[in-house]
């Protein structure tokens, strides 16, 4: 059984940064992929960014392009996400996931086998 554990949210300003990371844990523990997904309240679930564990490509939505970076460390069973230049917006509770079957439709959550439970983000303007 895997285990994912995000922690570094937090209250921040507009402008300001965050740096979440995601700690995953389990004997078999062999993803081909792992994302960021947010949630605001009252809003669906929204795909943030996902990066390969088996090469080095990394996808971004379009509201983070430019602003967030997603990165890991394989060797520590870990997942980052580098959030400057935070907007109100980007306010929303926080997921890491993990996909275990390969897939081109990676923005989707339905694709992804294991999930954290969340770290709040709050940004205020």
């Known amino acids: 059984q895997v285990q994912l554990v995000e922690s570094g949210g937090g209250l921040v300003q507009a402008g300001g940064s965050l740096r979440l990371s995601c700690a995953a844990s389990g004997r078999t523990f062999n993803p081909f992929y792992m994302g960021w997904f947010r949630q605001a309240p009252g809003k669906e679930r929204e795909w943030v960014a996902t990066?390969?564990?088996?090469?080095?490509?990394?996808w971004y939505s379009d509201s983070v392009k430019g602003r967030f970076t997603i990165s890991r460390d394989n060797a520590k069973n870990a997942l980052f996400l580098q959030m400057n230049s935070l907007k109100p917006e980007d306010t929303a509770e926080y997921f890491c996931?993990?996909?275990?079957?390969?897939?081109?439709?990676?923005?989707?959550?339905?694709?992804?086998?294991?999930w954290g439970q969340g770290t709040q983000v709050t940004v205020s303007s």
């Open positions: 990066a390969s564990w088996i090469g080095p490509s990394t």
């Open positions: 996931a993990a996909g275990r079957t390969l897939t081109v439709h990676l923005t989707a959550p339905s694709v992804y086998d294991d």
